[in-house]
């Protein structure tokens, strides 16, 4: 599973928003590897426009959603410390998807530059890196 991050979810649904962006999250999609975690759903439909959030809200019905606790929460403190104390800075919201992604075995799919920096402190941090013209790519991290 690859949890899709808010980043890539905006480029998705932008009129004008990358092409290459837009292949890869159709590709996850069509292979049924895009997944949803809370954080990301509450960027994502926290920031919709009111006459966009019910049929957004559809799509976050039909996706996989990787479920967290509040161990998770702890651990992501921890995870927010090291990054911190490393000169890393990534807001807490990314932070969070990240350790929920980590503890989960899932690789995320992000436009943004945090989830980049952060994988370079924590190796078990997976990217999921498109194939080919967006197609899904099981064996592709970053």
């Known amino acids: 599973m690859v949890i899709v991050d808010t980043s890539a979810w905006i480029e998705m649904h932008r009129l004008k928003g990358d092409a290459a962006?837009?292949?890869?999250?159709?590709?996850?999609?069509?292979e049924f590897q895009a997944a949803l975690c809370g954080p990301v759903e509450m960027e994502f439909l926290g920031g919709a426009r009111p006459d966009e959030r019910e049929r957004l809200q559809a799509w976050c019905n039909i996706l996989p959603y990787i479920r967290n606790d509040q161990?998770?929460?702890?651990?992501a403190a921890v995870n927010f410390a090291i990054l911190k104390s490393g000169?890393?800075?990534?807001?807490?919201?990314?932070?969070?998807?990240a350790t929920?992604?980590?503890?989960?075995?899932?690789r995320v799919y992000a436009v943004d530059k945090h989830f980049t920096a952060m994988a370079g402190v924590f190796p078990e941090l997976r990217l999921y890196r498109p194939g080919y013209g967006g197609m899904y790519d099981p064996e592709a991290d970053q």
């Open 71 to 75: 161990k998770i929460w702890r651990k």
């Open 87 to 97: 000169g890393c800075t990534a807001p807490w919201n990314d932070v969070l998807i």
């Open 21 to 30: 962006v837009k292949l890869a999250v159709r590709g996850l999609l069509d």
């Open 100 to 106: 929920i992604a980590m503890e989960n075995q899932c």
